[in-house]
């Protein structure tokens, strides 16, 4: 059984950083080409950054290019997104999301995910 868990969120001040942070579990992390997603209140759920099978191609939405990093390492199981100058808009339910399948048109597509963490509240808020 595949497993996602996402850690790091927590309240930040805008401009400040943060790292989250996604372990998997249930079959070998590179099986998976690996995303992030973000949820804000009364929003549909949107496309942050995906990353390849290997990590060698990385993948973001214009909002956070630039800012955030999305990396892995599939020794340790673990993806990050690291987020650096943070603003209010950025305040989400932030997802980690894996898929067997990487295809390029569809890499940003909430849809094209099989498996998810539970989520992890990134409020940014002076």
């Known amino acids: 059984q595949v497993q996602l868990v996402e850690s790091g969120g927590g309240l930040v001040q805008p401009g400040t950083s943060l790292r989250l942070s996604c372990v998997g579990s249930?079959?070998?992390?590179?099986?998976?080409?690996m995303a992030w997603f973000r949820q804000a209140p009364g929003k549909e759920r949107e496309f942050v950054a995906a990353?390849?099978?290997?990590?060698?191609?990385?993948y973001y939405a214009d909002s956070v290019k630039d800012r955030f990093t999305i990396s892995r390492n599939n020794t340790k199981n673990t993806m990050w997104l690291q987020m650096n100058a943070l603003k209010p808009a950025d305040t989400a339910v932030y997802y980690c999301?894996?898929?067997?399948?990487?295809?390029?048109?569809?890499?940003?597509?909430?849809?094209?995910?099989?498996?998810w963490g539970q989520g992890t509240q990134v409020p940014v808020s002076s």
């Open positions: 999301a894996a898929s067997l399948l990487f295809p390029l048109a569809t890499n940003r597509d909430v849809r094209a995910y099989t498996y």
């Open positions: 990353i390849s099978f290997s990590g060698a191609r990385a």
């Open positions: 249930g079959r070998p992390f590179d099986s998976f080409g």
